[in-house]
């Protein structure tokens, strides 16, 4: 049942808890939320925030990246402003990451319609799709294809559950694949005066601080390999002595221990830097417990601000494959090694939303973001890009997200005043 709003300001709360109830309603398979990238679910809550824009009387459009745009008016006064985020979410994930951004966007458009404020540029917000890397094993999709720097290898990757490849999920949307291929932005860059993104923080340090809302500084790039197989030998586990094995188990184990090292001397060295082992798994059609296991798959990804830093711990790793396999008698294959760039954000847009944080009166300070998020992909274009974070207790990235609607509240308030 929806409440009633007690005064003006409630109603925005109202309709934020009402639209996220009714987008994880239509989002939940069980666990959690689950909208795949390109998928029938991601296109249904977009459905959902169009439906909401139009009530109010906003301008919807929807872009040949399959995006949609609200915007106050339909007519175009120049370069505006952008607010944007994600609409799809990991596996069994979170309501809130991705959501939160573009429903604040919306929220920020009712208010200046409803007090009848304009602000002296346009803003439009963005729902964008195919954020995660879960589904395609790339990150930024929907933002890529939007601004022309999707590959034809990434058109190919295939999707975790169906196999089909990010061409046929895009062409399933009729979004036009030549101009993907081609290198075309479906936007005109032009367009766009800043790129803002409210998220959720998906790490404890907000939450530890005491911090409802903090302005981004910049979010870490990575390097990535989704699947990296470890080749050695099968063989009876009572029947082969140390000396003669050839374990895929170990030798992965060895190479894991090794760059935990690595990691963490470089991090007493004062750099930013984090590595995941996310999967980690033998042959399920061999694997027994009497078995040495002749072969592994894993994946890896080194995260940090820094590109030198990135492509340093990434060398670390294939030397010490190498070093491994000569002494353990594997090898290692490698799958497309993918890279994202880290990204900075606009000091401009830092300061603006520092200073509205200020104005009321919440005790907070900058952060930079350990997750990767759309804002990279415009700023890395040169276009002045910002980041405001909620606190979000209980991690992300799984069904337990925790954003309090008021914290959700006074990121929206801080978008608007730093418009005005």
């Known amino acids: 049942m929806t ?14 808890n009402d639209l996220f109830a009714q987008i994880r309603s239509i989002s939940t398979l069980g666990i959690g939320v689950t909208r795949p990238s390109y998928g029938e679910n991601e296109t249904q809550a977009m459905k959902v925030i ?28 120049g370069p505006a402003v952008v607010i944007g985020s994600h609409m799809d979410s990991v596996p069994e994930g979170g309501n809130y990451d991705g959501l939160a951004g573009v429903l604040a966007g919306l929220l920020v458009l009712l208010q200046f319609k409803a007090e009848g404020v304009w602000p002296a540029h346009p803003v439009k917000v963005l729902a964008l799709r195919g954020e995660e890397s879960a589904w395609f094993g790339k990150a930024y999709v929907g933002s890529l294809a939007l ?18 490849t990010l061409q046929e999920a895009m062409q399933n949307l009729n979004i036009p694949i030549q101009k993907v291929q081609g290198g075309q932005p479906l936007v005109d860059l032009q367009s766009i005066s800043a790129y803002l993104e409210l998220h959720i923080e998906q790490g404890p ?20 390999h989704n699947r990296i197989r470890c080749l050695g030998e099968t063989g009876h586990s009572g029947a082969v002595p140390r000396w003669l094995r050839k374990d895929a188990v170990l030798a992965v184990a060895e190479l894991l ?24 798994s033998t042959n399920a059609r061999s694997h027994a417990v009497s078995v040495i296991p002749g072969e592994v798959e894993f994946s890896f990804e080194v995260r940090s601000q820094n590109a030198e830093t990135l492509e340093q ?20 294959e490698f799958d497309r090694k993918l890279f994202t760039r880290p990204a900075v954000m606009d000091p401009v847009w830092i300061n603006k939303l520092l200073q509205a944080c200020i104005a009321q009166g919440i005790d907070t300070e900058t952060m930079p973001s350990g997750a990767g998020h759309d804002a990279a992909v ?9 980041m405001l974070f909620i606190r979000n207790d209980r991690g992300s990235h799984n069904p337990n997200e925790a954003m309090e609607i008021e914290d959700f509240m ?3 308030n801080v978008l608007k005043s730093a418009l005005l």
Request: hydrophobic share 40%; with cysteine.
């Open 3 to 16: 409440a009633t709003p007690k005064t003006l300001d409630d109603r925005w709360s109202v309709l934020a």
């Open 410 to 412: 006074l990121g929206v």
């Open 378 to 386: 415009f700023a890395n274009l040169g276009i002045p890009s910002g």
């Open 50 to 77: 169009e439906g909401v824009a139009l009530e109010h009387g906003l301008h919807c459009q929807w872009d040949d990246a399959s995006n949609l745009w609200i915007s106050l008016t339909q007519a175009n006064a």
């Open 257 to 280: 221990s090794r760059l935990d090292e690595h990691w963490r001397v470089l991090q007493q060295m004062g750099l930013d830097l984090v590595m995941t082992c996310g999967i980690l």
């Open 205 to 224: 340090a907000m939450v530890a601080r005491h911090w409802p809302v903090s302005p981004v500084t910049g979010i870490r790039g990575n390097i990535r």
């Open 147 to 164: 601004t022309g720097q999707l590959s034809c290898a990434d058109l190919q990757l295939k999707h975790r559950e169906t196999g089909q």
């Open 313 to 332: 711990f990434y060398q670390l790793m294939r030397n010490e494959c190498e070093q491994i396999a000569q002494g353990r008698g594997v090898r290692f």
